[in-house]
């Protein structure tokens, strides 16, 4: 089994900063991508931010120059450093992670997402 563990969220107000996290564990054979989405109330989940397995990131427009996203391949985490928090940024926030587990070949790969953390900027 794998499992993700999201942490970091809460209350903050606008201007301010948050760090998010997200640990992967279990029977991991190796992680491809990591990945931050988003679903703000009424809204679709949207994609924040990624990063390939080379360290490369991709950022939604909304969060360009304000989030930062970044891994830790030894310790299957993958961390979201938000800065310039404002009310639009107020949404629930996912993880996914692109893996290979043990109990299946080595070229199978699946997503697998977080439980979710509430991230809620006060104006």
């Known amino acids: 089994q794998v499992q993700l563990v999201e942490s970091g969220g809460g209350l903050v107000q606008a201007g301010g900063s948050l760090r998010l996290s997200c640990a992967a564990s279990?029977?991991?054979?190796?992680?491809?991508?990591m990945s931050w989405y988003r679903q703000a109330p009424g809204k679709q989940r949207e994609l924040v931010a990624d990063?390939?397995?080379?360290?490369?990131?991709n950022y939604a427009d909304s969060v360009k120059g304000r989030f930062t996203i970044s891994r830790d391949t030894a310790k299957n985490t993958v961390y979201l450093q938000m800065n310039s928090l404002n009310a639009e940024d107020t949404a629930v926030y996912y993880c996914?992670?692109?893996?290979?587990?043990?109990?299946?070949?080595?070229?199978?790969?699946?997503?697998?997402w977080g439980q979710g953390t509430q991230v809620t900027v006060s104006s």
């Open positions: 279990g029977s991991i054979r190796s992680i491809s991508a």
């Open positions: 990063i390939t397995t080379a360290g490369r990131a």
């Open positions: 996914k992670q692109v893996i290979s587990p043990l109990n299946r070949g080595s070229n199978y790969y699946t997503s697998y």
